[in-house]
């Protein structure tokens, strides 16, 4: 069983920045791969970023040149920076690590307005 908790949500003006935490139960050293989902009021759940244990990172195209998702296994946690905010970033923020299961934090909220 693995345990993740995020932080770092808040509220952010157009163009600012946020950095996301997720802070794993267990060692992430040798879990397959860990990311993010987001999920905005009367929307689906959408992917954004993952980071294998080995491999290349990907993003979804709504992110690309603004996110960047990394990890630092010493500390078991994975960070999302999210730079040039825009209002459709808003959303609740799903960290997740997919080794012998899929586990889920419990959600952080981004709220990106003037």
């Known amino acids: 069983q693995v345990q993740l908790v995020e932080s770092g949500g808040g509220l952010v003006s157009p163009g600012g920045s946020l950095r996301l935490s997720c802070a794993a139960s267990?060692?992430?050293?040798?879990?397959?791969?860990m990311g993010w989902y987001r999920q905005a009021p009367g929307k689906q759940r959408e992917w954004v970023a993952t980071?294998?244990?080995?491999?290349?990172?990907n993003y979804a195209d709504a992110v690309k040149g603004r996110f960047t998702i990394s990890r630092d296994n010493a500390k078991n946690t994975v960070y999302l920076q999210m730079n040039s905010l825009k209002p459709d970033d808003t959303a609740v923020y799903y960290c997740?690590?997919?080794?012998?299961?899929?586990?889920w934090g419990q959600g952080t909220q981004v709220t990106v307005s003037s």
């Open positions: 980071i294998p244990r080995v491999g290349n990172r």
């Open positions: 997740y690590a997919a080794g012998s299961g899929y586990y």
């Open positions: 267990i060692s992430i050293s040798n879990i397959n791969a």
